[in-house]
C-alpha cells in the first residue's frame, strides 16, 4: 500500500499548547503534503513540503521531512479551539503518475 | 477563480439501485481529477483518477466505474450498489502534468446504502 499513516489517532490538548502529529510513509516521494478536515467537509491543503527540504513554516504551522526515515511531523503552536479538526498527510509518490495517497488521520480536538 | 462542484451532498439509496455522483471544475483547463472514498473516521481511499477525457485509471478493483465525458466533469457510477458502498464520497483536482502541486477537494457525498 502506498498510503501513509499518522500517529497518534487523535490527540486533545487546551488551547495554547502545541500540538505535534507524526506520518510515516513507505515509497519515494516527490513531496509529502498536509491536508485539514473538518467533520463532514472537504479538504483543504495546509503546506506542501517538497523531498528535498527537510523543514517549512507557514504562520503557526510547522513541517519537518525525513525521508531517510521516511517519515513528516506537523506542528501546530499555540493551538486554537478552531485548529479542532481531522489533519492528513498525503504523499506524492515517485511514480509519475502524479496521484496522492492518504493517511488514516489523527483526529485534533483543541479544548477551549 | 478555480472551483469545484460536487452534488449531491447527502444520498440516500437501496441496495441494488444505481448511482451517479458528479462533480465539475470551473476556472482551469485540462485538470487531473480524482475521486477518493472515505470511511466513518478513516483515511481517504484512490478510487479512480483521470489525466484527461476518457482517461480513467482506477486504484483498486469494485462495484464502481467512473467516467470523464467533459473535460471539468467526473463521473462516479455503480449499476448496482451495495452496502459497502456506503461512505464519504470526495472528488478532487490537481494541475495536470505540473510537479508539487496540491490538490482541490470538493465538499463531498456522504452515501449511505440502505
Known amino acids: 500500500s502506498q498510503q501513509g499513516e499518522e500517529d497518534p489517532q487523535a490527540l486533545s490538548i487546551q488551547e495554547g499548547e502545541n500540538a505535534t502529529m507524526n506520518c510515516s510513509y513507505k515509497?519515494?516521494?516527490?513531496?509529502l503534503q498536509w491536508y485539514r478536515q473538518n467533520s463532514g467537509r472537504g479538504l483543504v491543503h495546509l503546506i506542501l513540503?517538497?523531498?528535498?527540504?527537510r523543514e517549512k513554516h507557514s504562520g503557526r504551522l510547522r513541517v519537518t521531512l525525513d525521508t531517510s526515515k521516511k517519515s513528516s511531523s506537523l506542528l501546530i503552536t499555540a493551538s486554537r479551539a478552531a485548529d479542532t479538526a481531522s489533519y492528513f498527510c498525503?504523499?506524492?509518490?515517485?511514480?509519475?503518475?502524479?496521484?496522492?495517497?492518504f493517511g488514516t488521520g489523527t483526529r485534533l480536538t483543541v479544548i477551549p | 477563480s478555480q472551483t469545484i462542484h460536487q452534488w449531491p451532498a447527502t444520498l440516500v439509496q437501496p441496495v441494488g439501485s444505481p448511482l451517479s455522483l458528479e462533480c465539475t471544475v470551473e476556472?482551469?483547463?485540462?485538470?487531473?481529477l480524482y475521486w477518493y472514498r472515505q470511511a466513518a473516521g478513516r483515511g481517504l481511499q484512490l478510487l479512480f483518477y483521470?489525466?484527461?477525457?476518457?482517461?480513467i485509471s482506477s486504484e483498486v478493483p469494485q462495484n464502481l466505474s467512473a467516467s470523464r465525458p467533459q473535460d471539468r466533469q467526473f463521473i462516479l457510477s455503480s449499476k448496482k450498489l451495495l452496502l459497502s458502498d456506503s461512505g464519504f464520497y470526495l472528488c478532487?483536482?490537481?494541475?495536470?502534468?505540473?510537479?508539487?502541486?496540491?490538490?482541490?477537494f470538493g465538499q463531498g457525498t456522504r452515501l449511505t446504502v440502505v
Open positions: 476556472g482551469t483547463s485540462n485538470p487531473n
Open positions: 478532487a483536482w490537481s494541475v495536470h502534468k505540473q510537479m508539487n502541486t496540491e490538490a482541490f
Open positions: 483521470s489525466v484527461g477525457i476518457g482517461q
Open positions: 515509497t519515494s516521494i516527490n513531496n
Open positions: 513540503i517538497r523531498s528535498n527540504e
Open positions: 498525503a504523499t506524492d509518490p515517485q511514480t509519475g503518475a502524479n496521484n496522492l495517497f
